[in-house]
């Protein structure tokens, strides 16, 4: 049967009847699996609305109250990772172990914010004047949103949401349109661990619901992830619009590999990075800079190890990578692989041949383009797909250059067995998040997630501390009360001076 899939607003499924939908399909199969509601402006107000009747409430809950819900809803989750990562698989295609990956990825983020006690703790000083205190307390905003891609449908959303509900704030998300389930199934459970009804809230569509959020007056800060164009209009329109802004742009993330590298660690890195998740990663390797004499030898690894992958549908534990999200993607991907050898490039490994006996699904093969140049389409643009592309350099000085002429900075990494490069690489290079022998250099929970120059839109990064500092605002009170023994009663004990 057809999968109807609707809102989650004031703690229970939407009952209204859609004007729009839009088709959530099997990557594998290509078949539609499923029928998605779109939401008007109308129900984009009705779930802000209910965010907005129970902030007062969740803003003045203890914070004893906020960790034990946090706590309960760390438990389910942990308990449901098995239906979170199926669903996921089946609406984005990636492989179930990249799913529960995906799924323990975001539990990190409600784990950190479950000491929401301690992270909320201000400062006080006293008698910075004659009897005169100050404390400084962080408060909540209150309705704020997030706007999330179909690459993560759990974990991105877990990046946002813990944090914000656990410092008070109510919560609107717009998950992707192509994979939702994921995000119904996490309201659900926030029901089920006693988060009071309209604390969180799901509305699906497109850029009208986006708009929506954007635009609602309500709405007092928005997260977003998503490519650099479309986070670009979102920090622009939501900050027109009077609101805090968080909007976490594409990619173009280069791996620096050193003459002195272990090639095969190396290339294990460069295939684990380049074409996990299909790709479709925007912390994925997608540019491999080889510096002579190591290019030739490093690409006869990468082949090496590209053609044991398995490929095939997410379900199947056998498979290591599967399809890409949709056939309109996929064929933007094959685009690039066209183009670049028509300017020059190599195509070292086809992934074009990949099917299925059937020929059904949106499947793409990893691919590696060889001798690519900084010209090129297939350099120059976000692919966010299983195409690796080599660039040879003569130099860690060319290198460098290279990475800090590209208008992205979300990750890099560096392979070398040299302490000193390493640490001037860290030094030197203009990127968010960097790797040392590490190809993925994801920052755990109690950092903070976020890139530089294209890649970030807005100065604050997700979770961790700044997080904390995002789905929060800053008081400073200065207090005066006048000393007992000016007057009246005193029982205290008498004392001279």
């Known amino acids: 049967m057809m999968k109807q899939i609707t809102h989650w607003i004031g703690g229970k499924p939407w009952t209204g009847t859609a004007e729009r939908q839009g088709d959530v399909y099997d990557p594998a199969t290509g078949q539609v699996g499923g029928r998605v509601d779109f939401a008007s402006a109308d129900e984009v107000g009705a779930a802000v609305a209910a965010a907005r009747e129970a902030f007062p409430a969740w803003r003045d809950a203890s914070l004893a109250k906020r960790a034990n819900v946090l706590f309960a809803f760390r438990e389910l989750v942990d308990r449901h990772r098995g239906d979170l990562a199926a669903a996921i698989t089946s609406e984005h295609g990636k492989v179930r172990a990249d ?55 759990a974990m991105v959303p877990m990046w946002m949401f813990p944090l914000a509900i656990a410092c008070g704030n109510t919560f609107v998300l717009k998950p992707s349109e192509k994979d939702p389930s994921a995000s119904l199934l996490l309201a659900e459970l926030w029901r089920e661990a006693g988060l009071p009804d309209g604390v969180f809230n799901v509305v699906h569509g497109d850029k009208a ?10 709405v007092r800060a928005v997260s977003f992830v998503g490519s650099t164009p479309i986070a670009r209009y979102v920090y622009e329109t939501g900050t027109t619009h009077g609101k805090r802004v968080q909007a976490l742009g594409g990619a173009k993330n280069h791996m620096l590999v050193l003459p002195d590298a272990d090639l095969d660690l190396a290339a294990d890195a460069a295939v684990s990075a380049g074409f996990g998740s299909a790709g479709e990663r925007c912390m ?14 490093l690409v006869a690894k990468i082949k090496e190890r590209v053609a044991k992958l398995a490929v095939g549908p997410g379900a199947d534990e056998r498979s290591e990578m599967g399809p890409l999200v949709t056939g309109a993607h996929r064929d933007k991907v094959v685009s690039y692989l066209d183009s670049g050898v028509a300017q020059g490039a190599t195509l070292a490994v086809d992934g074009r041949g990949h099917s299925l006996p059937d020929g059904a699904g949106f499947w ?28 040879r350099t003569l130099s860690y000085e ?27 690489f860290c030094n030197e290079v203009e990127v968010g998040m960097v790797g040392v022998n590490v190809p993925i250099p994801v920052p755990m ?8 120059k294209a890649s970030l839109f807005g100065d604050t990064h ?7 500092h995002f789905y929060t605002r800053g008081k400073v009170v200065t207090s005066r009360w006048l000393d007992p023994s000016h007057g009246g009663v005193n029982l205290g004990f008498p004392t001279n001076g």
């Open 99 to 153: 799913a529960a990956g995906e799924v323990a990825r975001g539990l990190e983020v409600v784990e950190f914010a479950c000491g929401i006690p301690h992270l909320l703790k201000g400062g006080f000083s006293e008698n910075v004047s004659t009897r005169v205190d100050s404390y400084s307390i962080r408060q909540p905003l209150g309705v704020v949103a997030g706007i999330t891609p179909f690459n993560f449908p």
């Open 209 to 218: 619901a986006v708009d929506a959020l954007l635009t609602h007056p309500d």
């Open 284 to 297: 994925a390797i997608s540019a491999v800079v080889a510096v002579d004499p190591v290019g030739d030898e």
């Open 364 to 391: 793409l093969g990893p691919t590696v383009l060889d001798h690519v140049t900084t010209e090129m389409d297939c350099y120059k643009d976000e692919i966010f797909g299983p195409v690796l592309s080599v660039v």
């Open 398 to 424: 060319t290198g460098m250059d290279l990475i800090a002429a590209n208008p992205y900075g979300n990750g890099t990494a560096v392979f070398t067995n040299d302490g000193g490069a390493a640490r001037r």
């Open 445 to 452: 929970a109690y950092y903070s997630f976020g890139g530089w």
């Open 462 to 468: 997700m979770h961790g501390t700044e997080g904390v």
